[in-house]
């Protein structure tokens, strides 16, 4: 079974169009996460869900749109795709409690992006 | 975002025990340190974290110095399995959303 899970794996599309990835976790956790590695390798935070709402929002151009559909799902839309979008895109889900002193991530396999 | 400082690369021979450094002299009371892995082409993968004392799980151990600016990850038995980039990560512990902010990491490169 997997805990984090993330649709398509491979997604290859011209500049302009639109396209979604898609995220679920089976870990009954409340707090899920996009994260954007690029090709130097700098893997960085872009949202965050709690709950279904948003919570983190890291100066991500309004051309990519996070959906929360309930807390197992954090589905990413990303329209007019530009050749700086191309990376590989992580899904991440913990358990969040502001008092709590693990809250460790775990990864989806990722979901490579290219754009041409 | 990353207020940490890792050596860009490290080589290890397997079966030896592997120590990856890392700094963070600027870490606050009430920062935790945390250690992920990412083996190529997957997602990252936690290890192990901690807030002074020194931590052991089935992975790895964690040393902490006394004044907290510096610790060091150790993989007793490194195997060829080990090779993967290692991110050392301070978090708060009442942060407001659970971010994690990885730096560049360490290259772990194990040789038979």
């Known amino acids: 079974d997997t805990a984090v899970s993330q649709t398509p794996k491979y997604l290859v599309t011209q500049m302009g169009n639109d396209k979604s990835i898609k995220c679920e976790q089976n870990?009954?956790?409340?707090?899920m996460y996009w994260y954007k590695q690029d090709s130097k390798k700098f893997l960085k935070i872009m949202f965050s869900?709690?709950?279904?709402?948003?919570?983190i929002n890291e100066t991500v151009p309004n051309r990519f749109s996070p959906k929360s559909p309930d807390k197992a799902h954090l589905n990413l839309h990303i329209n007019s795709l530009e050749l700086g979008d191309s990376a590989v895109y992580f899904c991440?889900?913990?358990?969040?409690?502001?008092?709590?002193?693990?809250?460790?991530?775990?990864f989806g396999e990722g979901s490579r992006l290219t754009v041409l | 975002d990353a207020k940490t400082t890792q050596p860009p690369s490290m080589d290890c021979a397997e079966g030896r025990a592997a120590n990856l450094p890392c700094n963070h002299s600027?870490?606050?009371?009430?920062?935790?340190v945390y250690w992920y892995r990412q083996i190529h082409s997957q997602g990252p993968q936690y290890i192990i974290h901690?807030?002074?004392n020194n931590e052991t799980n089935e992975m790895a151990s964690l040393i902490i110095t006394e004044d907290r600016k510096s610790s060091t990850l150790i993989l007793p038995h490194a195997t060829l399995r080990d090779t993967a980039v290692y991110y050392c990560?301070?978090?708060?512990?009442?942060?407001?959303?659970?971010?994690?902010?990885f730096g560049t990491g360490t290259s772990l490169t194990v040789i038979p």
């Open positions: 991440a889900s913990s358990q969040f409690n502001r008092l709590s002193i693990t809250g460790e991530l775990f």
């Open positions: 600027t870490i606050s009371g009430n920062e935790y």
């Open positions: 870990l009954g956790h409340d707090t």
């Open positions: 901690g807030l002074k």
């Open positions: 990560i301070v978090r708060p512990s009442l942060n407001t959303g659970n971010q994690f902010y």
């Open positions: 869900y709690n709950n279904k709402e948003l919570i």
